[in-house]
């Protein structure tokens, strides 16, 4: 069966839409941009396997498709920005195959302006065709909560801009097939901006709980508590809670490509969660200290070490500068995560525990970083000799609280 659908970049924004796209009875080819991968269960992958999906290594297939997503990751690169390395790589790859009157979206997290200033030259030069006359050119906001299996295509709006209104409209045809809810942009400009926004949000609020625990830590009082009686409030909340620091693939955005214009607030939003790592880091120190213990030679284990729980997915995990800090306080680190079979910092592999119990029960200091499922933190707390919980999961009296 011919796919209608390529999705090229299978990572945490493809791999979903993948998923989504074969539920909805399209038949999809998914491509590489990169060694990057969304993970699968097995099961996972012989259902969509058996329902449409094909993965394609030869890029000539991408030019047999109707419609062209692209999903490549741009994380952050070495000057601050967006690397934008895989998203060239994954243009040019389909500008050599593009033919007339394909719909091409592009959903990668990017800087307003970037679809029709690095996207679209990218695509004309290489395939001899023009945005809007021959192609069809849009932009949507990637929305995926990985590991909430509540949130997927079908049950998530849409925001389509496109380049022009025919743009728009083929785009919203292609995602009317997937979702029931289509929101039409005014542009492309107003679509990527989107992406800004509700990242932002994300950010921003977190920093704002992150900055009400060290202050409630100093007041005495239990901040999880307080946000437990706020998000009662049925108008002008929502509840964010705080934590050792801020995961996972869209990075909070303070530029407005082009225009040299910071966003202040999110500035300091990156500042005040930035810094927490070192902050859990310094709570540790004190915790061993006020117990007779010095962090150098202390046994530090740290339980869960991903970006999110019940997800194998260490992504800008705050675990990783923790376990680093630690190491350079002299404290001899070790791990536990039911997701992470291995794991290194700088090259240097951490030890993993095997037994939890055992290896808590041996440890000056237990820092919960990830809630997992499988974490019962009452037993835990009890067997620890010292629980500094991050997230405020263990039960009241069990362990001290970030």
């Given at each position: ?105 592009l959903e990668s997290p990017v800087h307003p302006g970037t679809t029709e200033g690095f996207l679209r030259p990218l695509l004309e ?258 067997k620890a000799q010292l629980l500094l919980d991050t997230r405020g999961a263990a039960p009241m009296g069990a362990a001290h609280r970030?």
């Amino acid at each position: 069966m011919p796919a209608d659908l390529a999705v090229i970049g299978l990572g945490p924004y493809g791999l979903p839409l993948a998923q989504g796209a074969v539920a909805a009875g399209i038949p999809t080819l998914g491509y590489r941009t990169g060694p990057e991968t969304g993970s699968l269960s097995p099961a996972e992958l012989r259902r969509m396997l058996s329902g449409g999906f094909r993965p394609a290594t030869d890029p000539a297939e991408l030019g047999r498709v109707r419609t062209a997503v692209i999903c490549a990751p741009t994380p952050p690169g070495a000057d601050g920005g967006l690397d934008l390395s895989q998203l060239e790589t994954a243009a040019r790859t389909l500008a050599g195959h593009l033919r007339p009157h394909t719909t091409v979206i592009l959903e990668s997290p990017v800087h307003p302006g970037t679809t029709e200033g690095f996207l679209r030259p990218l695509l004309e030069e290489g395939s001899g065709l023009r945005a809007g006359r021959d192609f069809h050119l849009a932009y949507s906001p990637s929305r995926v909560d990985p590991g909430n299996r509540d949130v997927t295509p079908a049950t998530t709006p849409k925001v389509i801009g496109g380049l022009t209104p025919a743009c728009t409209e083929s785009a919203a045809a292609f995602y009317g097939r997937l979702t029931d809810k289509v929101v039409r942009a005014r542009g492309l400009r107003e679509a990527e901006t989107v992406h800004l926004l509700e990242t932002n949000y994300r950010h921003v609020n977190i920093a704002l709980v992150n900055e009400m625990a060290v202050l409630c830590n100093d007041l005495g009082v239990d901040l999880w508590d307080v946000v437990r009686c706020a998000e009662t409030k049925p108008f002008g909340f929502q509840a964010f809670r705080p934590g050792p620091g801020v995961g996972g693939h869209s990075v909070p955005q303070d530029l407005i490509a082009g225009g040299g214009r910071g966003l202040r607030m999110v500035e300091l939003a990156q500042e005040v969660n930035n810094r927490m790592p070192g902050y859990v880091v310094q709570r540790a120190a004190t915790l061993l200290n006020e117990h007779g213990k010095s962090a150098r030679g202390a046994r530090v284990l740290l339980l869960g070490v991903t970006y999110k729980p019940d997800l194998a997915d260490l992504e800008g995990t705050p675990a990783r500068e923790i376990a680093l800090r630690l190491r350079e306080l002299g404290a001899a680190v070790s791990y536990h995560d039911p997701y992470v079979p291995a794991w290194s910092v700088l090259d240097h592999p951490v030890p993993r525990a095997d037994s939890l119990y055992e290896a808590a029960a041996d440890a000056d200091l237990t820092i919960l970083l990830q809630q997992h499922r499988t974490y019962d933190l009452q037993g835990l707390s009890v067997k620890a000799q010292l629980l500094l919980d991050t997230r405020g999961a263990a039960p009241m009296g069990a362990a001290h609280r970030l």
